[in-house]
T-cell receptor
Framework: KAGVTQTPRYLIKTRGQQVTLSCSPI?????VSWYQQTPGQGLQFLFE???????NKGNFPGRFSGRQFSNSRSEMNVSTLELGDSALYLC??????????????FGPGTRLTVL | AQTVTQSQPEMSVQEAETVTLSCTYD???????LFWYKQPPSRQMILVIR??????QNATENRFSVNFQKAAKSFSLKISDSQLGDAAMYFC???????????????FGTGTSLTVIP
């Protein structure tokens, strides 16, 4: 079974631009979560989508948004980029089928650099 | 909100020796799950080990084991017989068992960078 894939792997943008990142979860996984990873901050939760609905949201400004499609693929959008948005953005998928626990499977990440 | 603290930003261990990574967390919930994830330099995060809070027995996966102290809210990872491939960033993570209310949100610590010395 294919793992979580993220595109693109690397991205360079300038301040003020917007960017869209894509995540394809493992087949059958309906939950997709996004995290921002920066040195010293660990992983900061952005939001989670389940069955095309945002189920949970972290403490990030409204410039960060996302969506999920009927095939569970998800996109994350950041508008009006700031230098501080430079980070590794990780996507994780899980079954979230109501069982005892749901391990999250991570993608390789998208390295975003804002100049 | 739940918080996860990893107080050791960096650790090192000699190959074949044992090392313990620390993790503490803060929660008012009684039912939850704890995880250790590994992120090698290639960046793909992978699950190392998991623990259900309602289980008193410490989880073990081959050379990896945990010391789960629920009252102390402590969840340390012990790596025995360390190998060069164990070099990575290790993250401790918490997830509520009440996923229907809180979604599938994981709370992560800031990570511990483990170096294995040949």
């Amino acid at each position: 079974k294919a793992g979580v894939t993220q595109t693109p792997r690397y991205l360079i943008k300038t301040r003020g631009q917007q960017v869209t990142l894509s995540c394809s979860p493992i087949s059958g996984h309906r939950s997709v979560s996004w995290y921002q990873q920066t040195p010293g901050q660990g992983l900061q939760f952005l939001f989670e989508y389940f069955s095309e609905t945002q189920r949970n949201k972290g403490n990030f400004p409204g410039r960060f948004s996302g969506r999920q499609f009927s095939n569970s693929r998800s996109e994350m959008n950041v508008s009006t980029l700031e230098l501080g948005d430079s980070a590794l953005y990780l996507c994780a998928s899980s079954l979230s089928n109501g069982r005892a626990y749901n391990e999250q499977f991570f993608g390789p990440g998208t390295r975003l650099t804002v100049l | 909100a739940q918080t996860v603290t990893q107080s050791q930003p960096e650790m090192s261990v000699q190959e074949a020796e044992t090392v313990t990574l620390s993790c503490t967390y803060d929660t008012s919930e009684s039912d939850y799950y704890l995880f250790w994830y590994k992120q090698p330099p290639s960046r793909q995060m992978i699950l190392v080990i998991r623990q259900e809070a309602y289980k008193q027995q410490n989880a073990t996966e081959n050379r990896f084991s945990v010391n789960f102290q629920k009252a102390a809210k402590s969840f340390s990872l012990k790596i025995s017989d360390s190998q060069l491939g164990d070099a990575a960033m290790y993250f401790c993570a918490y997830r509520s068992a009440k996923w229907r209310n809180t979604g599938n949100q994981f709370y992560f610590g800031t990570g511990t960078s483990l170096t294995v010395i040949p």
